[in-house]
């Protein structure tokens, strides 16, 4: 599974971010508010306290293969725990997937393509949406996707100087023949972090259905829209880990080399990583920053992507990682910015 974010910069930002986004876009990616045929894998920027904001491309690894994934969205992360392990999910970890996740099982008709927004799972920044498509035959040899996505929701975190990523990624066939999507969305706020408890409402829009979508071989096999409208639950958060401030290193465009800067304010969570530093003392890069779980078993689990944003105040700038698969804190041994170790109490 591929995911493919990304945002448009604007002015004020290093013109080493923007070359990252150029050298992304070269290679197929689009801005949501491109003019071009748009793939709808993009976050939305329309605040005016926003400096920018970036998003970084990872190989999920997992491949477009068909495998029985089971009926739910904890099924799917199952399955990928034990993809990028190599070992199944422990009963506790199960469990805490458990606790995030709830079902909505909605679903709307568009010529012969069923599509169903079966369930969701919901970290204190994100949530997933797994999304099932039914009524044609379809073959392994090809990917499916959407001309376009659009999603809208009340609270809205636009309306807070926050940045808005989403995008939907084809993860393959079912042992009944489905094709299955992961929704992702996330959001970075330009203060500080604060967990929103109350209900989300959600509008969600999805529009041509495709086979090979963004290619050169590209066809619209049912052509409409797929509208939906739910609650999505978040009150049942679990508490975060804040770790200490750490010195890593990062690039001075002054001085054309590496220089320490602190990194504050950082909080792991069972669904991705934030911090924030000072971005005038160097600069960290979203695309070349190795940010990464160690497990207490010694495996390794990377992050998916990432959002970078200069805080209201433009004194520092703030991230946000997403990890591939939620986590069990409990089950984490240190966590890596670049070359350093954070131990986890």
């Known amino acids: 599974m591929t995911r493919k974010k990304i945002s448009e910069a604007i002015t004020g930002v290093s013109s080493r971010y923007i070359e990252e986004t150029a050298d992304f876009r070269s290679k197929g990616g689009y801005s949501h508010t491109s003019e071009a045929k748009a793939r709808p894998r993009f976050g939305r920027r329309f605040s005016a306290a926003m400096i ?10 997992a491949g477009v293969v068909a495998a029985i994934y089971g009926s739910s969205i904890q099924s799917w992360f199952n399955h990928f725990w034990e993809e990028i392990t190599g070992e199944p999910m422990s009963a506790n970890h199960a ?19 069923t599509i169903t927004v079966d369930s ?28 376009m996505v659009t999603m809208e929701t009340n609270p809205d975190p636009l309306k807070y100087g926050a940045f808005v990523g989403y995008g939907v990624d084809y993860l393959g066939l079912d042992g009944d023949g489905a094709a299955l999507f992961l929704l992702d969305y996330d959001y970075l706020a330009d203060s500080e972090f604060a967990q929103d408890t109350r209900p989300l409402q959600v509008w ?35 508490e975060p880990i804040s770790l200490p401030d750490t010195e890593v ?29 000072d971005y005038k003392e160097g600069e960290l890069s979203l695309s070349e920053q190795r940010i990464v779980l160690v497990l207490k078993n010694g495996k390794i689990v990377v992050n998916s992507g990432g959002i ?6 433009n004194t ?30």
């Not at 969701?120 to 996707?145: N, P, Q, R, W």
């Not at 970078?308 to 105040?313: I, K, L, N, V």
């Open 52 to 61: 920018a904001a970036i998003m970084t491309v990872f190989l999920m690894g």
């Open 95 to 113: 469990a805490i997937v458990d606790t995030l996740s709830q079902k909505i099982d909605i679903s709307q008709t568009v010529g012969d393509v």
């Open 120 to 147: 969701a799972t919901v970290g204190d920044d994100t949530f997933f949406l797994l999304l099932k498509a039914k009524g044609i035959d379809f073959s392994e040899k090809h990917g499916y996707d959407f001309q």
């Open 204 to 238: 969600l829009t999805l529009k041509d259905f495709s086979r090979d979508a963004h290619t050169d071989n590209e066809t619209v096999l049912t052509e409409g829209e797929w509208y939906y409208t739910f609650i999505i639950d978040r009150s049942t958060p679990i």
């Open 249 to 277: 290193m990062a690039w001075s465009s002054a001085s054309r080399a590496e220089v320490p800067v602190t990194v504050t304010n950082i909080e792991l969570t069972n669904t991705g990583l934030r911090f924030q530093y």
């Open 308 to 313: 970078g944003s200069p805080t209201a105040d």
């Open 316 to 345: 520092d700038m703030c991230f946000s990682y997403q990890w591939l698969v939620p986590v069990d804190l409990d089950e984490i041994a240190s966590i890596q910015i670049g070359n350093v170790e954070i131990l986890v109490p």
